[in-house]
């Protein structure tokens, strides 16, 4: 029975996590810190540690490097949120067996599982630097040059905001790729060569938010059980990238604006402050603007932070990139999955097509994904698809919902009605790219 040290600081799903794997004959240690990850790791040995790229006391990375200072041969498998999973892949560069991204497939977890267990370090060197270095050129390009316009306005924006120091603001809807195009800012930067740091500030509490941003001292505050150096500091003659911006505290956001105004931050705990040099790229899917007026944002912060602002597009905007995407998830699927798929049915595409997906790219990578984890066959099939595809839209045009499927001619008039005539925004009511609108208007005559 293969023994695994689960390190993960959400009790309630370490403790789920924990049930699963001994479901399915596995002996499990949890640790809710790296300090008791250590304290396991001294009293018995383990086949595979399977760990949590974000700790209270540490990080899976900085973690994974200590655990293979003692033991080059164990395998160590990192979890991570959607937002980590670029550093979970040069993590792979760095001794990694694998990773898995949350919200957890079952099957992906034993599958991941189940290859670092089995596969002998010294025999799996070649591949997995063959596999890494394949990864590494598809995350290098991770932003997909789109051919709609929305995606054409975009690439303009980023190309022509990147080499200059400018503050961005990203401001779009969940799941539209914002990290993406923060990330593709800084690789076209003068200081690409230097660290990126993105950072949720959603899942930071305010109590945290300033030895998270600054750094602390060792004793500084209860929990601070060693010097930790902040997000700042670390991204020092880089970027550090701000997500969900409007999720801070008014008094983080007055510390933060200090921060940047001065390029000075201090630890907490320190009476000395350090010079910083970096770029801040925000983001939100909020309307910041909206946020001043109420009260709820600084107005000095938010024009500190908007010196240029570029808007990330949905995925119902950029109907004609959806395919483009699609394949370029599939490939990242095929190479985390070990799987080769070589692409979708004409009835998958279809149903791509038709769907509204409010969840974005998110949603699109997520659902490629599982369906190619699912798949037997050279090509991914609707019975792989999940069930919200074949959810049948009732047509309520009391309640704004639009279906070409009935009264065509009648829908497009209503819609266009409902949108004082502006076309992008009839056809995102009606679920149809500008160009399949241009071509009904033409159709059925309408001016």
Not at 91 to 107: L, M, Q, R, T, V
Not at 234 to 260: C, P
Not at 375 to 395: C, M, R, T, Y
Not at 419 to 434: F, G, V, Y
Request: glycine letters at 6%; charged letters at 25%.
């Amino acid at each position: 029975m293969s023994k695994i040290l689960l390190i993960e600081d959400d009790i309630s799903f370490c403790k789920l996590l924990e049930k699963f794997l001994i479901k399915k004959a596995y002996n499990v240690t949890i640790a809710f810190s790296a300090a008791e990850a250590r304290l396991a790791i001294n009293k018995e040995s383990f086949d595979l540690i399977l760990t949590d790229l974000r700790l209270p006391d540490s990080d899976g990375i900085a973690l994974m490097t200590e655990f293979k200072n003692l033991n080059a041969e164990i395998p160590v498998v990192l979890m991570t949120g959607y937002s980590d999973v670029n550093t979970a892949v040069k993590a792979i560069k760095n001794g990694a067996a694998d990773y898995i991204s949350k919200p957890f497939n079952p099957d992906e977890v034993l599958l991941v599982i189940t290859n670092a267990l089995q596969t002998p370090t010294e025999a799996v060197t070649p591949k997995k630097e063959k596999k890494t270095t394949t990864q590494k050129a598809v995350t290098e390009n991770e932003f997909v040059k789109g051919i709609s316009v929305a995606s054409k306005k975009l690439l303009d924006h980023i190309q022509l905001v990147s080499p200059t120091d400018m503050s961005v603001l990203i401001i779009g809807e969940s799941g539209t790729g914002k990290e993406i195009i923060a990330k593709s800012i800084h690789e076209q930067s003068n200081r690409k060569n230097n660290t990126f740091i993105a950072v949720d500030c959603g899942a930071i509490p305010k109590e945290l938010a300033a030895s998270e941003f600054f750094g602390h001292l060792k004793g500084s505050f209860t929990g601070a059980i060693s010097d930790k150096v902040g997000y700042f500091e670390a991204a020092n003659g880089g970027t550090i990238f701000l997500d969900e911006i409007g999720n801070l505290s008014y008094e983080n956001q007055i510390q933060l604006l200090r921060a940047l105004q001065e390029r000075k931050i201090k630890p907490v705990g320190s009476n000395k402050e350090i010079n910083v040099d970096i770029r801040i790229i925000t983001a939100t899917n909020e309307d910041l603007r909206e946020a001043v007026k109420n009260g709820d944002f600084r107005e000095d912060l938010y024009h500190r932070i908007n010196e240029f602002s570029i808007e990330s597009p949905s995925l119902t905007d950029r109907g004609e990139d959806l395919m483009l995407f699609a394949d370029y998830f599939l490939e990242k699927a095929n190479q985390q999955l070990d799987k080769e798929v070589i692409g979708f049915s004409p009835e998958v595409v279809a149903i791509f097509q038709k769907y509204s997906w409010p969840g974005n790219l998110r949603e699109l990578q997520n659902c490629v994904k599982r369906a190619t984890l699912l798949s037997k066959g050279n090509f991914i099939e609707s019975d792989v698809l999940p069930a919200e595809f074949f959810q049948i839209e009732k047509h309520q045009n009391s309640g704004g919902t639009f279906s070409l499927s009935e009264n065509e001619k009648e829908t497009i008039m209503n819609a266009l009605s409902k949108t004082q005539n502006n076309k992008s925004e009839a056809a995102k009511l009606l679920k149809i790219t500008r160009k399949t609108l241009y071509n009904k208007l033409k159709l059925y005559d309408i001016d």
